[in-house]
């Protein structure tokens, strides 16, 4: 997404907020992956004064957005009292972080899963980054975003340069990646948002901030029917959460048990 659509960020993380008011965790350490200006930040630094913040940002941003984010996020470090450290973390790929294993107690994602080719990378990842007890909250684009544009005709379709997301994962999807990851008491849920729009020209700019469109469209060029493209999109948007229970236990796969090192003792027999 674009700055264009910054309020949507605002608007989904409040809404996480709201959903996260009600449970009980202490964490030492969390992960923002990714974040962005918005008061989800201080909202969580408020709820956990005693968190260490890690931010993941997100690549190729213009020199003038990376600047902004600095001052704000020191701003908040400022008004944290200064017993807070914020850190910039990069990722070293799209699906993984340059944060060491069983380093954060909860990760925070927002609007980010819906980017990723193959999502169950990305639980993955969350797995290893996750101490025992640990949580995992997160929202994305579900498959039926945009769907009043991927209802039109295929010619105007390609016309438009109408792409899917790149994860086409429902709820049920993700969740079975959770389960399958050995998430514990992953909880999912979706709601529609309906976009309207005043012209067809702003649905057609938050169309491509939210990747549906491979480039931008100006109308003032299209050669095709203007009266058959919508004024309104709808976002499905899924909220979950999982936490991590029972982290170094043994597992199984394909009828082969794993066993964790650190549950190898040794018993010294008496004479």
Known sequence: MTHGLRWLYTEIALRMCQKMAIVKIHPRAILIAPDYPGAHANWLVKRFPAAQVFFYLRPNLSVFEFTRYRVTRWFLLWRSGGGKQL???????????????????????????????????SVAEFWRLLREGGLLSFSYLGPDTGKELHALDAEIKTALGLVPLPSAWDMHDVGDALIAQRFAEPVMDMEYLDLQY??????????????????????????????????????????????????????????????SPDQIQTKRIKD
């Open 87 to 121: 850190n910039l973390s990069a990722a070293a790929t799209s699906a993984t972080f340059s944060v060491a294993p069983n380093s954060c107690d909860l990760v925070w994602s927002n609007l980010w899963l819906h980017e990723q080719g193959n999502p169950k990378i």
């Open 198 to 259: 005043d012209s067809v020209q702003l649905m057609l700019h938050d169309a491509h901030a939210l990747g549906l469109l491979v480039k931008p469209i100006n109308l003032e060029n299209w050669q095709g029917n203007k009266s058959l493209l919508p004024k309104k999109l709808t976002l499905e948007i899924i909220y979950g959460h999982a936490w991590v229970v029972n982290k170094h236990l043994s597992k199984t796969q394909n009828q082969d048990a794993f066993i």
